[in-house]
């Protein structure tokens, strides 16, 4: 059974940085896709980034330059480092994996989530 778990939400000031991460379980090999997607309240899901098996790494028009994502398939982790962080990146950070390539960037072509974290962002 594949399963996603998100670790590194908090509170944190207009400027600061957060670091997520998102540990894959129950998927074989490296040949799969990994995202970052964010859901504030009363607004629909939306893309953060992705990085596919390839090395491909694609990122929303909104966090490009502040916000990098990595993978690391020793551990099975794929990380979000978040920098510069403004009050409207305020909302909860899922991951999702796919066996899919290529530009991942709906959520539908995702197939397991994770549970979410919380980031919010104070002024």
């Known amino acids: 059974q594949v399963q996603l778990v998100e670790s590194g939400g908090g509170l944190v000031q207009a400027g600061g940085s957060l670091r997520l991460s998102c540990v894959l379980s129950?998927?074989?090999?490296?040949?799969?896709?990994m995202g970052w997607f964010r859901q504030a309240p009363g607004k629909e899901r939306e893309f953060v980034a992705a990085i596919n098996w390839s090395g491909g790494i694609y990122y929303a028009d909104s966090v490009k330059g502040r916000f990098t994502i990595s993978r690391d398939n020793t551990k099975n982790t794929v990380y979000l480092q978040m920098n510069s962080l403004k009050t409207e990146d305020t909302a909860v950070y899922y991951c999702?994996?796919?066996?899919?390539?290529?530009?991942?960037?709906?959520?539908?072509?995702?197939?397991?989530w994770g549970q979410g974290t919380q980031v919010t962002v104070s002024s």
């Open positions: 999702a994996s796919t066996p899919r390539g290529g530009r991942m960037v709906a959520p539908a072509s995702y197939d397991y």
């Open positions: 129950g998927r074989t090999g490296t040949n799969y896709s």
